[in-house]
């Protein structure tokens, strides 16, 4: 009964070559995140939804395009993928508000290497 | 420009003892800090916070302390346990009606020992 799923887990891919990650959360949030953890572990922002509706957009190159069907899904699309694009990519959500303090639910990310 | 900023990448404690990880942040606008716990391969899973208009929270055997004048901030575990061996993120943020971003430090990975 995951809160947030996020597929596939592992993602080998050439450069070059078009990929996408999936997210779903049931946890009824407002808000979903992507997040990158690089080689130097930094947990990066790159995009937020809110009720599908883009918030934030960090400096990510444009090969990088999130899509939300629905408040339960973002999911994440990457053209023409770079060996730097090798990293761990984390989905979250939240409620908009830091109320009641528990801040983001993380799935357990997805780690994309690009050879 | 990292904004919040864990400088101890590792720490090793003895089990019962108490473990005190450190955070520290430039942006005097956070107003929400969080620490998260991290296991290998698993996605990083929300463990205490603290408003700024507090200067402590706790939880059980987990305390965040919160200095705003030295934009510093710990977390205290008594006692710790092995189990507790984990990466720990700091996180601060700015809170806005729209949603926000958690700015993470690089993580202290705590290893606690029998």
């Known amino acids: 009964d995951t809160a947030v799923s996020q597929t596939p887990k592992y993602l080998v891919t050439q450069m070059g070559n078009d990929k996408s990650i999936k997210c779903e959360q049931n946890?009824?949030?407002?808000?979903m995140y992507w997040y990158k953890q690089d080689s130097k572990k930094f947990l990066k922002i790159m995009f937020s939804?809110?009720?599908?509706?883009?918030?934030i957009n960090e400096t990510v190159p444009n090969r990088f395009s999130p899509k939300s069907p629905d408040k339960a899904h973002l999911n994440l699309h990457i053209n023409s993928l770079e060996l730097g694009d090798s990293a761990v990519y984390f989905c979250?959500?939240?409620?908009?508000?830091?109320?009641?303090?528990?801040?983001?639910?993380f799935g357990s990310g997805t780690r994309l290497t690009v050879v | 420009d990292q904004q919040v900023k864990q400088n101890s990448p590792s720490l090793s404690v003895q089990e019962g003892r108490i473990s005190i990880l450190n955070c520290d942040y430039t942006?005097?606008?956070?107003?929400?800090f969080l620490w998260y716990k991290k296991y290998p391969a698993e996605g990083p899973t929300f463990l205490i916070s603290i408003s700024s208009i507090k200067d402590k929270n706790e939880d059980g055997r987990f305390t965040v302390f919160l200095n705003k004048s030295a934009k510093h901030l710990s977390l205290h575990i008594v006692p710790s346990q092995p189990g507790d061996s984990a990466v720990y993120f700091c996180?601060?943020?700015?809170?806005?009606?729209?949603?926000?971003?958690?700015?993470f430090g690089k993580g202290t990975s705590l290893l606690v020992t029998p």
């Open positions: 942006n005097s606008m956070f107003d929400y």
């Open positions: 996180a601060a943020s700015v809170h806005s009606n729209s949603g926000y971003a958690l700015n």
């Open positions: 939804y809110n009720n599908k509706e883009l918030i």
């Open positions: 979250a959500s939240s409620q908009v508000s830091l109320i009641d303090g528990y801040g983001y639910t």
């Open positions: 946890l009824g949030h407002d808000t």
